[in-house]
């Protein structure tokens, strides 16, 4: 390269107009030495918004970095105005171990749960601090910060496209793109302490519109989970100026809040719901068993509602998450 980039020294103006491209960017790990990103690139003609889209964060999720990839490929820079930038890798440990945290060898902590990061931390808590940071230098309220996520491995989801209630103008600009990003389940994301300390939950409440998908997962990477991401990328980008065409909004004014509902014990996780199913609260959800059979927890729904996400991965612990209720 001509020059070397960092996530803590990048400069979006060293970049020609008219142009993409797919360089690197050094993320400066302090404990475990400098690791390359993938960095795409797009500089319109014209002064205007800028669209920073993440995926990555977990290294089991393959939809949203291959919907990158197909996005930016097709993306014309000469017809865009403002400028598209994209990490299809956010967590280099994670994608190397092939899991939802970074490799054991580093930390083994989930970087979703990081934010907005230590300094003098473990390796995944200086890639948080320093992936905020290059994120708020980046982007301000005109812009848009996009975390595509799945299912994963061990999970499956239906689609949904989320925002973070602020209360404020990021909230409104928030669930404005979301309304036309051309996913219809709207996910309204309840405040958490583990929410708020995702990637996109802490950008969103530095002031900066934010969007976070959740596709299918199941550790696939099927065209019908990786198209609407493409789509929604083509959809937002209109909405916001960037790009000539049409855009719709979907029906939901406000998104639908949800309840996670978790594990409380260990053993192996048998389901006696699917995916979309209807509950009533204190229906009986699932069982933890035993190796022997025996019954460890019933975990029973503590509202009513469809269930919008469910564990795959049968082997379960404490605080694993079971299902995710949208409360319709």
């Not at 319109?44 to 197909?70: N, R, S, Y």
Request: proline letters at 5%; aromatic letters at 8%; glycine letters at 10%.
């Amino acid at each position: 390269m001509a020059r070397s980039l960092t996530l803590n020294t990048f400069d979006l103006a060293a970049f020609s107009v008219g142009h993409k491209t797919w360089d690197e960017i050094v993320i400066s790990g302090g404990l475990v030495g400098d690791v390359r990103l993938p960095i795409a690139i797009a500089r319109g003609q014209e002064p205007g918004p800028t669209v920073l889209v993440v995926a990555g964060v977990h290294g089991d999720e393959f939809e949203g970095p291959t919907a990158i990839e197909k996005y930016f490929d097709e993306l014309d820079a000469k017809s865009l105005t403002g400028s598209v930038v994209a990490l299809p890798a956010a967590n280099p440990y994670a994608f190397d171990a092939q899991t939802r945290e970074s490799g054991v060898p580093y930390d083994g902590l989930n970087l979703a749960r990081q934010f907005p990061g230590n300094a003098e931390g473990t390796p995944t808590q200086r890639l948080a601090d320093s992936l905020f940071r290059f994120t708020t230098a980046l982007l301000g309220p005109q812009d848009l910060f996009i975390d595509f996520h799945s299912g994963g491995t061990r999970y499956e989801f239906l689609s949904m496209v989320g925002y973070h209630p602020t209360d404020d103008a990021t909230e409104e600009a928030s669930l404005a793109m979301a309304r036309v990003f051309g996913i219809d389940r709207v996910w309204k994301v309840p405040p958490s302490p583990s929410s708020t300390r995702t990637f996109n939950g802490t950008i969103a409440r530095a002031g900066i519109p934010t969007l976070g998908m959740e596709m299918r997962g199941r550790g696939g990477l099927l065209a019908v989970d990786v198209d609407p991401l493409v789509a929604g990328l083509r959809n937002v980008l209109v909405a916001k100026g960037m790009l000539s065409g049409q855009t719709r909004s979907v029906s939901a004014e406000s998104g639908t809040i949800t309840r996670t509902v978790n594990c409380g014990a260990s053993g192996i996780f048998r389901s006696r719901v699917e995916l979309s199913d209807l509950v009533s609260r204190d229906d009986v959800l699932a069982q933890i068993v035993l190796l022997t059979g025996k019954v460890e927890e019933e975990i029973a729904a503590p509202v009513d509602g469809k269930i919008w996400a469910i564990r795959r991965f049968a082997s379960v612990r404490p605080g694993d998450i079971a299902f995710m209720i949208g409360m319709e």
